[in-house]
């Protein structure tokens, strides 16, 4: 139909690695970080990976998105879930 939708969710996160992807906001990492901490106590995760912060970039052109499509798929191939913060 092309309309978007929303990506398959895994029943359980057990065995799964849990990619973690911060915004340029300090408390981002922080609400992550902890969050990455509740689902290794909870879960038998395989790994967790706290990505590096998205800067906030100057855009000449097109839009933040495309600035970050090589670093988001890398993280594609390297996890089976991503979890996304936004602090302030």
């Not at 906001?25 to 990505?51: F, N, T």
């Not at 890398?74 to 913060?85: E, F, W």
């Amino acid at each position: 139909s092309g309309a978007s939708r929303l990506a398959p969710r895994p029943a359980t996160l057990d065995g799964k690695v849990v990619g973690l992807l911060p915004n340029w906001r300090p408390s981002a990492i922080h609400i992550l970080r902890s969050l990455g901490d509740l689902l290794q106590e909870r879960y038998r995760l395989k790994a967790v990976i706290m990505e590096q912060p998205v800067r906030e970039l100057p855009l000449r052109a097109g839009k933040l998105l495309d600035t970050m499509k090589e670093q988001l798929d890398s993280l594609v191939g390297r996890v089976d879930v991503v979890i996304t913060a936004s602090g302030d």
